[in-house]
């Protein structure tokens, strides 16, 4: 069965900090993808990255940054210099891939983030 | 952003009442999907729509039922609704080839 493990519940940090939300996932496809979503207090799912199986390389966008690792079963989120509007509820999610893809996303419990100035 | 509208937005209902959620998009997208929202779970899927009149069950898919007659509109139903209906309801539409997925606004429903 696919499962997405978050053990972090809630981060607390100061401005400027750099933080990392960790995501653990298991499955036994060896085609699958992996996602995070944040949704900020406004309630909105918004869509922040997706990788698959196959490419393990990190990834940058601007502060954020993921680190992809299939060695562990890990897809880690880290925000470098994290900023009050980080503050949010941060999702991981995991598909299944191959021909029979439906889309259908596992989701993580949640990490919710709290950026204090 | 993706066309996704849900409808209502906020709902107060009482127990053993139906209840019927919309979810509309403009994208013409074949994948329509219904989650919802509750704290220490994430989300679940309830069910989801592969094209018109095609549906398959999610992971909590007990006590709501769906259906799809148009591409643009996939609709939730409690048939009776349960305090453990209470939940945040979200809509999500998949990109033509599974790229990923984006959510409407979401449904706040409290069952009494």
């Known amino acids: 069965a696919q499962k997405v493990t978050q053990a972090q519940t809630e981060i607390s940090v100061v401005e400027k900090e750099d933080v990392t939300l960790d995501c653990v996932y298991e499955?036994?496809?060896?085609?699958?993808?992996l996602f995070w979503y944040k949704q900020p207090p406004s309630g909105e799912l918004v869509f922040l990255i997706r990788?698959?199986?196959?490419?393990?390389q990190n990834e940058i966008s601007g502060r954020y940054s993921w680190n992809f690792q299939k060695s562990t079963s890990s897809f880690n989120f880290t925000i470098t210099a994290s900023q009050v509007v980080d503050s949010a509820v941060y999702f991981c999610?995991?598909?299944?891939?191959?021909?029979?893809?439906?889309?259908?996303?596992?989701f993580g419990q949640g990490t919710t983030l709290q950026v204090k100035p | 952003d993706a066309g996704i509208t849900q409808s209502p937005r906020h709902k107060v209902t009482e127990t053993g009442t139906p209840v019927t959620l919309r979810c509309h998009q403009t994208?013409?997208?074949?994948?329509m999907y219904w989650y919802r929202q509750d704290p220490g779970h994430g989300l679940r899927l309830i069910h989801y729509?592969?094209?018109?009149?095609?549906?398959d069950k999610g992971e909590v898919s007990d006590g709501y039922s769906v259906s799809r007659s148009k591409t643009e509109d996939f609709l939730l139903t409690l048939e009776s609704a349960t305090s453990s209906q209470t939940s945040v309801y979200f809509c999500?539409?998949?990109?033509?080839?599974?790229?990923?997925?984006?959510f409407g606004p979401g449904t706040r429903l409290l069952v009494l």
């Open positions: 999610a995991l598909s299944e891939g191959g021909s029979s893809n439906t889309g259908k996303l596992i």
């Open positions: 499955t036994r496809d060896t085609t699958y993808y």
């Open positions: 990788r698959n199986s196959f490419d393990e």
């Open positions: 994208e013409n997208h074949r994948y």
């Open positions: 729509s592969y094209g018109v009149k095609d549906t």
């Open positions: 999500a539409i998949g990109t033509p080839l599974q790229e990923t997925q984006y």
